[in-house]
């Protein structure tokens, strides 16, 4: 396991993640990923220790991952469902959190549609002066740092495998296509890449990426791009990060590394944002003959749950030349386990 000065108790956002801290996750979830390959899986670095999944919106891939990475470092898990609790009597969001922390609850990864509920629940344990931390397993449309995180490993690793660290994306063009107005996991990942020196290009149609985004997503720092109309140029928030914003698709994917491209989140969308699922797909979904625009080695990304033959094509879905998307839900084990161990870790 890498020496770390880790000193983080809560993971709610990447907005103020150093590099010090993403190399941390990184080689901590290298670890583990060599740990993933035994034959036998399981580590006992969190033994006695209880890790509460609360999601109170429904989840499949996250859940799921949290679950067995819990249990993978040998943690007690309790699982949390909504529509099976006492919420469905009135009880509160806090209270429900205040009653797993009688449980002996050490960590919480909560997951909900209202952006801030982690953070509240944070503050609400930090309040009551207990050592629970608390992780963002996606709230609303504020982050989902978790799942940047597995990205940003899937990523690094598949250009080095044995030492994945930030500086890896140094100039690469990485394009993020799709719902990204709605979109947690891109807001997450705009951080972590643009962190790393990457080059990042927003593409989606204008109802899917208002001009004014990046103050959105900047704000919680105060940086205010110059330029806000979308370009072919990189709006720079800070001298540190380059984020260019596009309405077409051909000038994100000229020359890009990486592509990213993100479900349509139907649910979330209050309006009528998009004249059909058909031309979307015919404007930016992601197929091979678009991917000709791109280096000759780009690699495609999705956080799944996949709408197949709208965001990306079936064939290339499954292409391994071309998808790490079955790599990223690999990815997620071993980072969730890095995470809940730097946690966790501290509570020993």
């Not at 797993?100 to 953070?119: C, F, Q, S, W």
């Not at 140029?233 to 260019?244: D, E, N, T, V």
């Not at 015919?282 to 495609?300: A, E, S």
């Amino acid at each position: 396991m890498p020496s770390t000065t880790w000193n983080r108790h809560h993971v709610l956002s990447l907005a103020d993640f150093t590099t010090a801290e993403y190399d941390t996750v990184l080689q901590t979830a290298a670890s583990f990923q060599e740990v993933l390959s035994r034959r036998t899986k399981k580590v006992p670095s969190l033994q006695g220790q209880v890790v509460a999944n609360l999601f109170f919106e429904p989840s499949t891939r996250t859940r799921s991952s949290f679950e067995l990475a819990a249990k993978r470092l040998s943690a007690d898990t309790l699982n949390f469902a909504a529509a099976s609790s006492s919420m469905t009597k009135g009880e509160t969001i806090l209270d429900t959190a205040k009653t797993y922390l009688a449980m002996g609850t050490d960590i919480m990864v909560i997951r909900h549609k209202e952006a801030g509920v982690p953070n509240a629940i944070a503050q609400e344990m930090d309040r009551l002066g207990v050592r629970v931390s608390v992780l963002n397993a996606g709230d609303g449309q504020h982050e989902h740092p978790s799942q940047a995180l597995l990205d940003l490993f899937t990523i690094c690793t598949l250009i080095d495998p044995a030492n994945p660290r930030l500086e890896l994306l140094k100039g690469k063009k990485i394009a993020i296509v799709g719902d990204i107005l709605h979109s947690r996991v891109a807001r997450s990942n705009i951080w972590s890449l643009t962190a790393s020196g990457a080059e990042v290009h927003l593409a989606a149609p204008p109802t899917l990426l208002p001009k004014l985004f990046t103050e959105y997503v900047f704000d919680e720092e105060s940086e205010s791009p110059e330029q806000k109309h979308p370009s072919s140029s990189p709006i720079p928030p800070s001298p540190h990060r380059q984020l260019s914003l596009h309405w077409e698709l051909e000038p994100a994917l000229q020359d890009a590394d990486f592509v990213m491209t993100l479900r349509l989140q139907k649910e979330r969308m209050t309006a009528h944002l998009l004249p059909s699922l058909r031309e979307y797909h015919q404007m930016f979904g992601i197929t091979r003959p678009k991917l000709q625009l791109c280096k000759p080695h780009v690699k495609v990304l999705h956080p799944g749950p996949v709408n197949r033959g709208v965001e990306i094509s079936s064939d290339l879905m499954d292409d391994p030349e071309f998808s790490l998307i079955q790599s990223q839900v690999t990815s997620g084990i071993a980072i969730r386990m890095a995470l809940l161990y730097l946690l966790g870790s501290s509570k020993i």
